[in-house]
């Protein structure tokens, strides 16, 4: 296999990637989420968390990026999940809740979002419509994939 592109710009290690048409997503150790052209290797967008929640020790590590829809999804080891306008890249604003313990891993459907927590919990988040809820959460679990009808 030959590398066709090389995208550049995180300042630390890339932790997660995700993929919709030409359009690609990479979170990292930096804190930020970059969205990137495929075709060309441009960064569209760098977006980020603010700082805070600074009682864990993960800074704003991304552990989870995801394209829904026209939304796009990150989450981190602080246990937040954000969400932008996959057009505009503007925040947008949905009332989850944050998660007890860091994000490990997130899975989106179109209306829900099922997180794993360094907390041993599986949460299964629906926003279908306002507002956010939590749908489901399950203690002692830790699941890399759900099953297609699980939540």
Do not use: Y
Not at 26 to 36: F, L, N
Not at 101 to 119: Q, Y
Not at 128 to 136: D, F
Request: hydrophobic share 40%; glycine share 8%; proline share 3%.
């Amino acid at each position: 296999l030959q590398s066709l592109r090389v995208f550049e710009g995180h300042r630390a290690g890339v932790t997660c990637l995700a993929a919709n048409g030409m359009r690609a997503v990479s979170g990292s150790r930096d804190g930020t989420a970059r969205v990137w052209d495929v075709n060309t290797g441009e960064c569209l967008a760098v977006l980020g968390f603010r700082a805070g929640r600074s009682h864990r020790s993960h800074a704003s590590t991304i552990s989870g990026v995801s394209f829904q829809d026209e939304r796009l999804i990150v989450c981190d080891l602080n246990g937040r999940l954000l969400f932008w306008d996959t057009k505009t890249f503007r925040k947008l604003h949905c009332n989850i809740p944050e998660t007890t313990g860091s994000i490990w891993a997130m899975i989106a459907t179109e209306a829900r979002i099922v997180v794993s927590t360094s907390a041993s919990e599986i949460i299964a988040f629906d926003f279908s419509g306002p507002p956010c809820k939590t749908l489901r959460k399950v203690q002692g679990l830790m699941m890399t994939a759900m099953p297609h009808d699980c939540c």
